[in-house]
């Protein structure tokens, strides 16, 4: 397919005119757009034309999905129609900050921070998942592992292992550099602060419940408990924000012949203390009680937190709001030795793209269009990637929407009440067993089947009853 003056012309007219475009820009697949109004948006309209396989609103920025290989020749087009200045990525994020409220401000700076350091984290699990396949007892052999039986294995395995665990026993490095880099700070210094906060001379957090005795330091008859924050998420966060604000202030008041020997020794100096003093310990406490509190929801009412994070996470994706269950997970892994929440994205994952598999089936022969968009957007989904079922067929028909929903809430209720948990965040969809506990493999392939199957069929069965025929 190749992208035409016409169809580009059709785009600016469905969201509602060039003047209706504030800033725009283009990722691999996607025109990102800040609208004035996106209300004027036609987007029946839009999801219509032949280059467009889908759209949708998020963070404050109106996302039409083109394709690779073609967004790049179709931004160019509308540049070009629209006089407008052609925007760096950053530049369009800048300007759909303003169309948000604060919660959502507060989601999108979550989602700056934890997005750059995901490559890391998922990799680390699928290093951990490939680890549990050859340290766990049970999968090849009774009572064994592949260790146990092939012993020239052991070691191969043990480098897997520290390869894979070093993202999460430095997890506040990776923190720091991303989070003091988006609140405007040097992300080298963030660096330095997390491993400052998982120097080997503090108490491992993980050793903290076991320890007969916590070291101190005594600053002028002051003690200061000499803990490290391994797997913690919070105090980092609050520790890269005052950083960044230090180092700041500091950077437009020093003069430049001396900014070196000031600037980031002085930023560094007051947040270590504070970190150490107030910042760790009162976010520590934090973090220990709200991962306790979702712990103790799903210890007691494990069906319920189920039901609602399966039946949910998909409309949270649509909000955005998704982003700060990534938090959520970091600090269950650190804390807990595993997330039972992760799993049941997964499964959310699979169920959004077999209601968008069931469209393929449900499409006349000669919508070749939506055909096409619901099989690859449905292997996009088994893989983990849900935007293009979810946006491009599920949510523009809404049936599928919803029965993915059901099907998904009912894999996480039972796969809750059964206890499943990930010993870390993987790849989402069908590849996600591979970051799940080993002895929980058996309950997460039986939500699998519930999310492949329940959809599928309540689509199928819905669309015999509603009245959008012209699919």
Known sequence: MSVSRESVLEIIKAIGGKENIHTATHCVTRLRLVLNDESKVDKETLDNIDIVKGSFSTNGQFQVVIGQGLVNKAYAILAEETGIEKASKQDVKNAAEQNLNPLQRAIKVLADIFIPILPAIVTAGLLMGLNNI???????????????????WADFAGIINLIANTAFVFLPGLIGWSAVNRFGG????????????????????????SAEEIPTWNIFGFEIQKIGYQGQVLPILFASYLLAKIEMFLDRRVHDSIKLLVVAPVALLITGFAAFILIGPVTF?????????????????????????????????VTGMHHTFLAVDLQLVGNAGGTFLWPILAISN??????ALAMMFVAKKENEKLRGLAGTSALSAYLGITEPA???????????????????????????SAGVKAFSIGVGGLPGFLSIINEYWGMFFVGMGIALVVPFVLTLVWSRFTKQKEI
């Not at 991962?291 to 994706?317: K, P, R």
């Not at 929407?401 to 809430?409: K, R, V, Y």
């Open 134 to 152: 050859l340290t766990g007892p049970d999968i090849f052999y009774d009572g064994k592992s592949v260790i146990d039986v092939h012993k020239q």
């Open 285 to 317: 406490f934090i973090g220990n009680v709200l991962t306790d509190s979702v712990i103790w929801v799903f210890d007691q009412f494990a069906w319920l937190g189920g039901l609602l994070y399966g039946g949910l996470y998909a409309v949270m994706v």
């Open 390 to 416: 979810m946006f491009g067929v599920n949510l523009r028909y809404r049936y599928p929407f919803i029965s993915a929903l059901i099907g998904s809430a009912i894999a996480g209720l039972i796969m809750a």
């Open 186 to 209: 040097s992300s080298l210094l963030g660096i330095v602060l997390g491993l400052m906060l998982v120097h080997p001379d503090l108490l491992n957090a993980w050793s903290y419940g």
């Open 350 to 355: 699979i169920a959004q793209g077999s209601a």
